[in-house]
C-alpha cells in the first residue's frame, strides 16, 4: 500500500471536525452524543495508523482500552439521558437551559 | 488496489459521517453512523488491525448503536413538539466557518511534504517477542501478550470500570419519585 501516513492522518482529523460540527450544530442530546462516539472513532482511527507505520502494538492495545471505556460510557450516558428525559420530558437542548437564566 | 481500497473507504466514512451530521431524523442518524463506523472497521482492516476491526464492527456498530436505536425508539424523539432540529442561524454560521477552519487546518498540516512520511515495514504472522516492547503483528496472540504483561494494570482497571458502569446504570435508571429525593 502506497498510501502514506499523512493520508490516514487527514481524513481522521476530517472524521474529528464533522463530529465537533455536529456537537456545535444538533440540538438533539441523542445526536450530540453520537457526534462524540464519532470523535473517539477518530481518535481510534489516528491511533491505529500510528501503531501501524511505527511498527509498534502500543496504539493497537490503546485502541483496545478506548473502545472498553466507550462501551462503559455510552451505557452510562445513555442511562441519563433517559432519567433526563423521565424529568423534563425532553432531550433537546435548548429546553434543557435550567442553568443558564 | 489497496490503495483505490483506501480512498473507497474514506469516502464512505466521511460521506456517512456528514450524513449522520446533517439528517433531521435520529434513526436515519444512526443508521449512516453505523455505515461510518463500518467503514472506519474497513480502514482498519487495511491498516492491518484485524483483531481492532472485528472488535469495532461487534462492539461499535453492533452493541452500542443497537443501544442507541432503542434509547432513540423508546424516548421517540423524532415526535416531538416544540424544539427545531437546527439551532438559530448565528449558531448555524459559527459552526460551519468553525468547522471549515478545522478542516482546512488538518488538510494543510497533513498535506505538507515538510513531513516524514515513515514507511511501512512488512508484518509478520506471530514474531519473536523482545522486551523492547510488543512489535506490531496481525495476530490477536500478541494483544493477549501484552494485556497480561505489558498493560495488566489498566486492564484490571478496564474491568474494574465496566463493574461500576453497570451498577451505576442500574443506579441512574432505577425509577424514584420526583418528589422524594
Excluded: W
Excluded at chain 1, 40 to 53: D, Q
Excluded at chain 2, 29 to 35: K, L, T
Excluded at chain 2, 134 to 143: D, G, I, N
Amino acid at each position: 500500500m502506497t498510501v502514506g501516513l499523512n493520508a490516514f492522518l487527514i481524513v481522521a482529523g476530517l472524521l474529528f471536525a464533522v463530529g465537533l460540527l455536529g456537537v456545535t450544530l444538533r440540538q438533539n442530546t441523542l445526536v450530540i452524543y453520537m457526534s462524540l462516539e464519532l470523535m473517539l472513532n477518530a481518535v481510534n482511527l489516528a491511533f491505529v495508523a500510528f501503531s501501524r507505520y511505527n511498527g509498534t502494538m502500543d496504539g493497537n492495545l490503546f485502541v483496545f482500552f478506548i473502545i472498553t471505556v466507550a462501551a462503559a460510557e455510552v451505557a452510562l450516558g445513555l442511562a441519563i439521558i433517559v432519567a433526563l428525559f423521565r424529568r423534563r420530558q425532553s432531550v433537546m437542548v435548548d429546553q434543557l437551559n435550567a442553568l443558564s437564566h | 488496489m489497496l490503495d483505490i481500497l483506501f480512498y473507497v473507504f474514506s469516502a464512505i466514512t466521511l460521506i456517512a459521517a456528514v450524513l449522520m451530521v446533517l439528517t433531521p431524523n435520529a434513526v436515519n442518524g444512526a443508521m449512516c453512523m453505523i455505515v461510518a463506523f463500518i467503514g472506519t472497521a474497513a480502514l482498519f482492516v487495511l491498516l492491518e488491525a484485524y483483531f481492532l476491526a472485528v472488535i469495532q464492527v461487534v462492539v461499535y456498530a453492533g452493541a452500542v448503536m443497537v443501544l442507541f436505536l432503542f434509547i432513540i425508539m423508546l424516548l421517540d424523539v423524532d415526535k416531538g413538539e416544540g424544539a427545531t432540529e437546527y439551532k438559530d442561524k448565528l449558531t448555524i454560521g459559527a459552526a460551519a466557518i468553525g468547522f471549515l477552519l478545522l478542516a482546512m487546518l488538518v488538510c494543510s498540516a497533513f498535506s505538507g511534504s515538510h513531513l516524514p512520511e515513515p514507511v511501512l515495514t512488512a508484518v509478520t504472522e506471530n514474531p519473536e517477542v523482545f522486551n523492547g516492547g510488543v512489535p506490531f503483528t496481525t495476530s490477536s496472540k500478541s494483544f493477549g501478550y501484552s494485556l497480561f504483561t505489558k498493560y495488566m494494570l489498566p486492564f484490571q482497571v478496564a474491568g474494574f470500570l465496566l463493574l461500576a458502569a453497570m451498577i451505576g446504570v442500574i443506579v441512574v435508571s432505577k425509577k424514584h419519585d420526583v418528589a422524594e429525593d
